[in-house]
């Protein structure tokens, strides 16, 4: 973009391009008080345009053909707050005024304070942050994250507090911060996360990193899951946490255990660890209860036995009984035959001359939780083994049901 004229301007915006010309002016002076007000005085005005950027701002389309100017008072500079401040300064302007592919955006917030960066805008933090996964790429993962660490959380925490936490995350994904929770500083790394989240983000963030583990290689699929059981652990949410542990589904998995049992040692309510025994039970997991995971010996053995669905038939009978489904369905009742107005034929015969298999199946099924049934049960022995081999075997894998 060429330099527009003076003449071309309103009013308000020739006296901002000339009070921004006189900064590039004083920031250049050898007096030190003019530089100092000049480069606070360029701060103030560029982060209160880009605050809110919705187009380029005045201040960068200004200081556009200044570019080349700071950087060489930047490289002239010798005090180190100065320096920093006019970094931050370059790095921002660097968003319009910078050759592609040049990353200088980046390069100069590294020089820069790296205080606050979010204050200079939502498209600089964007920036920034595609700007970092660019180094990442192209230098081929060779450039440690952790010399970015402070930069690339402070961006994570922007997108966060913004309600874009899949933005975040993907961010997360892009430079390869999984691959840190996987040496001796893990939990350093994770814990660094948990301050970034709170109580109206972190499901989702939960949610999303779940979603996403499903795609993951085996290294970062557990480092994902880690942190949402993490995450749920720090709010609390003891059932979510425990469903995490259980989609690792890795019973190798030495973590597996411990990770469990501290998740009933969080609460002292005996009905959730009876929830979180169920849990465990329907997963087919089998793990024994223990001292860790609960203190009273009743209380373990009855956890114990919901754990090994030793009462898991019992516990079906009350339910059905409570809902007042106890009475065994037959073939008729099961196919709803009285809807036909009496045209199908009753499978329920046993003396049939055309034995229907598939009624003794679904009789089978459908009453096998009750125990009992209307078919199988009140035929005598010598009308069940009357017919051929597969019949026969049909009705003794039926009876065992009950």
């Known amino acids: 973009m060429g330099k527009m004229k003076g003449d071309d301007l309103p009013e308000e915006d020739r006296e ?14 050898r007096d030190p008080r003019l530089r100092v007000g000049a480069i606070d005085t ?22 556009r053909a200044h570019y080349g100017t700071l950087k060489a008072c930047f490289q002239r500079m010798r005090d180190p707050a100065q ?57 081929d993962s060779s450039t440690p994250i952790e010399s970015k660490i402070k930069l690339v959380l402070e961006i994570v925490k922007f997108h966060m507090k913004h309600n874009a936490e899949t933005e975040a995350l993907d961010f997360l994904m892009k430079v390869g911060y999984l691959e840190l929770l996987s040496d001796e500083k893990k939990e350093e790394y994770i814990m660094r996360l948990l301050h ?34 993490d995450m749920y652990m720090k709010f609390r949410d003891l059932g979510s ?34 929830q979180f025994a169920f849990m465990i039970a329907r997963y087919g997991l089998s793990m024994e209860i223990d001292d ?18 030793t009462k898991l038939s019992k516990g079906y009978h009350i339910l059905a009984r409570d809902i ?25 015969s046993l003396d049939s001359a055309r034995p229907n298999l598939a009624a003794i199946f679904v009789n089978a099924f459908v ?21 051929n081999e597969l019949w026969r075997a049909s009705v003794v894998a039926s009876l065992e049901l009950f």
Request: with cysteine; glycine share 4%; net charge neutral.
């Open 292 to 309: 860790e995971m609960v203190a009273d010996e009743n209380e373990k053995n009855a956890l114990q036995e919901v754990v090994y669905n």
């Open 324 to 348: 007042g489904v106890m009475e065994p369905k037959s073939p008729e009742d099961i196919y709803k035959v009285h809807l036909i107005g009496g045209r199908g034929t009753k499978s329920s």
């Open 367 to 387: 009453n096998a939780g009750y125990c009992q049934d209307k078919l199988m049960t009140a035929i005598p022995d010598s009308l069940l083994f009357k017919n």
């Open 16 to 29: 901002l391009k000339a009070r921004l010309e006189d900064c590039v002016e004083r920031a250049q002076s």
């Open 83 to 139: 320096k920093k401040h006019m970094a931050d300064i370059l790095s921002v302007l660097a968003l319009t005024a910078s050759a592609e592919g040049e990353r200088e955006s980046l390069k100069y917030c590294m020089m820069g304070s790296l205080v606050d960066i979010c204050s200079w805008g939502h498209e600089y933090v964007r920036n920034l942050a595609f700007e970092i996964g660019e180094e990442w790429k192209f230098n």
């Open 196 to 229: 970034l989240v709170d109580s109206t983000n972190y499901k989702r963030a939960c949610l999303y990193l779940t979603s996403c583990s499903k795609y993951l290689s085996t290294p970062d699929h557990k480092a994902t899951l880690d942190i949402a059981y």
């Open 241 to 274: 946490a425990l469903r995490i542990v259980l989609l690792v589904n890795d019973h190798k998995y030495c973590g597996q255990n411990v990770k469990m049992k501290k998740v009933f040692a969080e609460t002292k309510d005996f009905s959730l660890k009876q």
């Open 42 to 63: 360029l701060r103030k005005e560029v982060c209160a345009a880009t605050s809110s950027m919705t187009s380029v701002p005045k201040p960068l389309k200004f200081l």
